[in-house]
């Protein structure tokens, strides 16, 4: 039975994390605020997860994840979706600065972009992604909302690798957040994003342990 507010599924202790030969190499891509970057960049602070974070991509002008990104010190470039003729030209793009920098994972931190096969061919296998349910429920646009008119009592986020149909591809970890009835979006989404910053880290180090 889920505790209070909420379950993580079977995250490793960060002691507990794999030491690669080399730190894992990451590209983030973001859209918006960008809190899953800086936990991410924390847990690399902190000594748990093993990587280093090559470049921030991101594709809305004044986005808050720039204002992270240059916080933590971290070189963040701007592809205004835009300013490009389809959705394979942005990729295109995405996968020359990604490759530019020495990325190895691509990891999708709030990003609102579909993606093409240009990008998931280029990083087969070694694109991640969080979306804030427990796929394979209420995949695409407005997942919380989609959960509370469902009238679940049980929510959540989850860690997945990315392939062309939205919001599929296999599961790496996933985290429960029970449903309160006096939630509204804005206070099950906080609630959420809490769980999203816990296991996308450990997530990250799970996949390449597995690759």
Do not use: K
């Amino acid at each position: 039975m889920l505790e209070t507010a909420a379950a993580l599924i079977s995250p490793p202790l960060p002691g507990t994390w794999p030491r690669f030969e080399s730190p894992l190499r990451l590209g983030v891509m973001a859209s918006g605020n960008g809190s899953n970057l800086e936990a991410i960049a924390r847990s690399i602070q902190r000594d748990e997860l093993h990587a280093e974070i090559r470049v921030v991509i991101y594709n809305n002008p004044g986005a808050g994840v720039a204002e992270r990104a240059a916080r933590l010190g971290l070189p963040a470039v701007l592809l205004n979706h835009r300013h490009y003729p389809s959705r394979e030209a942005l990729d295109s793009d995405i996968v020359h600065r990604l490759q530019a920098h020495g990325v190895d994972w691509v990891i999708m931190a709030g990003w609102m972009r579909c993606v093409t096969t240009v990008l998931i061919d280029a990083f087969a296998g070694q694109i991640l992604n969080i979306h804030p349910s427990l796929l394979p429920s209420f995949p695409g646009l407005r997942a919380v909302e989609q959960a509370l008119a469902a009238g679940v009592r049980v929510a959540g986020c989850t860690v997945h690798q990315v392939e062309l149909a939205v919001d599929s591809g296999p599961v790496i970890m996933q985290a429960a957040v029970s449903v309160e009835p006096t939630d509204t979006a804005a206070t099950l989404q906080a609630r959420i994003q809490v769980q999203e910053h816990r296991i996308y880290p450990a997530a990250i180090a799970l996949a390449a342990e597995l690759t």
